[in-house]
């Protein structure tokens, strides 16, 4: 029996489906652009302070490094997408103005896919291997030293993962470069107004979307990435059963930033999945593209609300926060909000 190549298969029954996302799509592709920039420029603040409270000396741990590592991630993730979405798909989109796609900008967006393509990969990684370090450490603590793995150390590792991932990633680097076209051939507004035109632009324009939606959605590499992070999630669980376990509020906080990281990251698995499966016309150009805005904002999501769950969480992170950035408030204002805070949040 002949095998099948990989993306062939077609997608039969599923016109419901397509139907469905497209709708879908249309009634919320208009505000992607500005919902992305206020999680971005919002996420980017709240990560800049989850850095700035991890870093400090009374926080230092294998744990938090690499959380500060994968903070650190976000942030200049969140950033490159922050200038994209906001010149590419908000400024250029309501002018004409060819210098909007010039040599330089054109330089910023092959370097924004391959960064984003890069740290994401290596966000994903270090959130692998937070879970697995967790699941040791906490393994040895109920028999020896608290920790089994040091802080220097895992600033190594992290170190190391992103470096792989960079290597790894030479093959996508390899496939793309920059071409000149010019602009009086694909931008509508410097066209002469005729149907042929319109109907030539438009497909040329297409295209150009289709490149940029490629080239700069914020990608995984495939559902062993979540695989993994489900048996790590699921191995913090097991450990956190054990009668022996001294009493532990890291393990919880770590559960809760893997299971929103498996909720944002896993349906982008499965998409990857089927459309290494379906062919190009029944699924990858009538699904997976009209989903590409609604799986960047789930990207997008788990990268900012990390800072929120370590807020509610982990009282010594909220400490630490509100002494450095509430301690100028009176005395008596300053002990109300963390009396509020304390009230209100998990231990």
Excluded at 332 to 346: A, G, K, M, T
């Amino acid at each position: 029996m002949a095998g099948c190549e990989m993306g062939s298969v077609p997608l039969v029954g599923a016109e419901w489906i397509a139907e469905a996302v497209s709708t879908l799509h249309g009634a919320y592709a208009h505000i992607h652009p500005y919902i992305a920039v206020a999680l971005c420029m919002a996420g980017t603040a709240m990560n800049a302070v989850t850095v700035v409270v991890l870093t400090r000396p009374s926080m230092l741990s294998p744990v938090n490094a690499l959380l500060c590592a994968v903070a650190v991630c976000d942030i200049l993730v969140m950033s490159s997408v922050l200038i994209f979405v906001s010149h590419f798909m908000i400024i250029a989109s309501m002018r004409c103005d060819v210098s909007d796609y010039d040599r330089v900008w054109a330089y910023f967006l092959f370097a924004h896919s391959q960064g984003t393509v890069i740290l994401h990969a290596g966000s994903i990684w270090l959130t692998v291997l937070l879970a697995q370090i967790r699941v040791y450490t906490i393994k040895r603590a109920t028999s020896g030293p608290a920790n089994a793995v040091s802080a220097r150390a895992t600033g190594v590792i992290a170190i190391i993962t992103l470096g792989i991932v960079a290597v790894v990633n030479i093959p996508n680097f390899l496939t793309f470069e920059i071409v000149e076209i010019d602009a009086d051939l694909w931008l509508p507004c410097l066209l002469p107004v005729t149907e042929n035109n319109l109907m030539e632009s438009e497909r040329m324009m297409s295209s150009l979307v289709n490149i940029i939606q490629n080239t700069t959605e914020i990608p995984n590499y495939g559902s062993i990435f979540h695989v993994r992070a489900s048996e790590g999630d699921c191995g913090l669980l097991k450990v956190m059963n054990k009668k022996r376990m001294p009493r532990d509020h890291t393990t919880p906080m770590l559960v809760a930033v893997l299971s929103i990281f498996l909720l944002a990251e896993l349906p982008q698995g499965i998409l990857h999945v089927c459309n290494a499966i379906y062919s190009n016309e029944t699924f990858y150009q009538k699904i997976y593209l009209p989903l590409g805005d609604l799986m960047d904002l789930l990207s997008l999501l788990n990268s900012a609300v990390n800072f929120i769950i370590y807020c509610a969480m982990s009282r010594k992170f909220r400490c630490v926060f509100l002494q450095l950035f509430f301690s100028c408030l009176p005395n008596n204002l300053y002990r109300r909000v963390f009396h509020i805070l304390d009230e209100h949040f998990i231990d």
